[in-house]
């Protein structure tokens, strides 16, 4: 590959990380072509990038961008995914993926410029991805104003009870 080739290559790479929201870092030594295409269309799926790197390139390319706080992690065989938008989908498959397949390993991870470690990247993909996080903040959102308004209206429905009673009793006697 020659050097003009390279360098393009890296600042494509280095455009994407500077727009990433996660970055997850995987060896995924021992795995065959077929378990790594499968795992490119389940990312693909949620608009997620995996892609083979060499470490030299990925380590030029994170210069200057958030992704530059794991480059202590860029060793061995690394693949990256990368999310734009949902930082749990990508978490939530890999570990799915992992689970199933033994040879993926997860080294690390960068979310909103922060390094991310096995575990944390864990505890991501057990929450709710940002859709259902939407409808439950909308729904509270929802909620609020629907229970404020139900209270306004019991005030005029308990007026017009005692209004009532006070005329039955007027009447009774």
Do not use: C, W
Not at 146 to 167: D, G, M, W
């Amino acid at each position: 590959m020659k050097l003009s080739e390279k360098k393009n290559i890296a600042e494509n790479f280095h455009e994407k990380l500077s727009r990433a929201k996660v970055v997850i870092i995987t060896d995924y030594k021992g795995l065959n072509v077929e378990a790594i295409s499968d795992l490119r269309a389940k990312l693909r799926e949620f608009q997620v990038e995996y892609r083979v790197v060499k470490n030299t390139l990925l380590e030029r390319a994170s210069e200057n961008t958030e992704a530059f706080v794991i480059k202590d992690k860029f060793k061995g065989p690394t693949a990256v995914a990368i999310s734009y938008d949902d930082p749990v989908t990508p978490a939530k498959i890999l570990i799915k993926f992992s689970e199933t397949n033994k040879n993926l390993t997860i080294k690390a991870g960068m979310l909103n410029g922060k390094a991310l470690d096995f575990n944390a990247i864990k505890a991501l993909s057990t929450m709710p991805s940002r859709e259902v996080l939407l409808s439950m903040l909308l729904s509270a959102m929802n909620g609020v104003p629907v229970s404020f308004v139900r209270t306004l209206n019991e005030i005029p429905k308990k007026l017009l009870y005692v209004l009532q009673a006070i005329k039955e009793q007027k009447e009774a006697a």
